[in-house]
């Protein structure tokens, strides 16, 4: 079994160099493919209150640890949940929160709490921060961190009067058709890692000729060369797939690296081609009409 290296966030804590995403993975099957993807490997899982399947995801975290409690231990899995738009402001986000933590009752903390996107306002933007703070603090969640925020939305945010906590995580999209070179640079600056969703293109990309040429040289599938472009490009991949036989297969990218000029070949072919949404460009307030 493959055992996938942590990178240290700016909290202090620890986090996966690559994980499993659940958007899409029906909720009658996220329990069975937490626990498979526990068992190939997979130690950081990407949930979310709008995908519905939180409860599924911890129920299959807590199967594969009552397996072997000795050796399978809650403080090697990384799972992440987000709290989705229509639930910003202090009060709305403290009512999520505790839905998710409700749902994550049998793995008792959730290690990391995103704003799944910044379309909200200023004020329920950050209502929401000061409530995830407060979660820190009590340890309910161990880490906080956004999702689809620009430069601007991380910058209103890190002016914050009361800021105590600065986001440990900016997921975005991101594939070699989408490299988001100011965004990923001015967040890293910030101490900040990106995590890249929909870093297999959501599958739209795989008979590209260059990613199945680099497959051929290093015996690999495009999906498997897709990943290694975002792990060498520093991001944390979030590859998903709810087919118990893809899961072994998108870890096994951790025996090659492609040379330098190779992720320079696939970073070439940007063209900000979006696969799924981009609040990234979500309007502040002042820049609503
Ligand atoms: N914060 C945000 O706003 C967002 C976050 N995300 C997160 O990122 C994760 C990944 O992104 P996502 O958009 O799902 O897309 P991905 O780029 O991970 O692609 C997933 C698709 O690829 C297929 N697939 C996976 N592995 C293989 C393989 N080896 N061979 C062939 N097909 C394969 C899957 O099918 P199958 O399942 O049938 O194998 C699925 O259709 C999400 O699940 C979610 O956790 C995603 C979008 C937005
Ligand atoms: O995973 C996701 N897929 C989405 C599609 C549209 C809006 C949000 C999301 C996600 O978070």
Redesign the pocket.
């Known amino acids: 079994m493959v055992t996938i290296a942590t990178t240290k966030l700016n909290s202090g804590n620890t986090i996966p160099v690559l994980?499993?995403?659940?958007?899409?993975?029906p909720s009658n099957h996220a329990a069975e493919i937490a626990y498979a993807g526990l068992k190939a490997g997979y130690r950081l899982l990407?949930?979310?209150e709008a995908?519905g399947n939180e409860e599924g995801v911890a129920k299959g975290i807590a199967q594969w640890i009552a397996e072997d409690p000795k050796k399978h231990l809650r403080e090697d899995v990384f799972y992440?949940t987000?709290i989705r738009d229509g639930f910003h402001g202090y009060d709305a986000t403290k009512k999520a929160l505790q839905g998710s933590l409700d749902k994550a009752k049998p793995i008792g903390y959730i290690d990391l709490v995103?704003v799944?996107?910044p379309q909200s306002d200023y004020e329920k933007r950050h209502g929401t921060w000061k409530a995830l703070q407060e979660a820190v603090a009590e340890g309910t969640v161990k880490n906080i961190g956004v999702?689809?925020y620009g430069i601007k939305h991380l910058k209103e945010l890190f002016a914050y009067p009361d800021l105590k906590i600065k986001p440990v995580i900016n997921?975005?999209?991101l594939?070699p058709w989408l490299t988001r070179t100011e965004l990923v640079k001015f967040t890293k600056s910030e101490g900040i890692i990106v995590?890249?969703?929909?870093?297999?293109?959501?599958?739209k990309k795989?008979d590209d000729p260059d990613l199945v040429k680099l497959g051929k040289k290093y015996g690999k599938?495009?999906?498997?060369i897709?990943i290694r472009w975002s792990l060498d490009k520093g991001f944390i991949?979030?590859?998903?797939?709810?087919?118990k036989e893809?899961l072994a297969?998108?870890l096994d990218v951790f025996d090659f690296k492609l040379e330098p000029e190779e992720v320079e070949l696939l970073s070439g072919k940007n063209e900000d081609l979006k696969?799924?949404?981009d609040?990234t460009v979500y309007p502040l307030d002042n820049e609503k009409k």
């Not at 599938?221 to 498997?224: G, I, L, M, T, V």
């Not at 991949?237 to 087919?243: D, F, G, V």
């Open positions: 994980g499993l995403g659940f958007w899409e993975t990407d949930s979310a995908y992440t987000k995103l799944h996107s999702s689809n997921q975005l999209e594939h995590e890249a969703y929909s870093p297999l293109t959501r599958a795989f599938s495009p999906a498997q897709l991949p979030l590859p998903k797939t709810a087919h893809r297969s998108n696969f799924c949404w609040p």
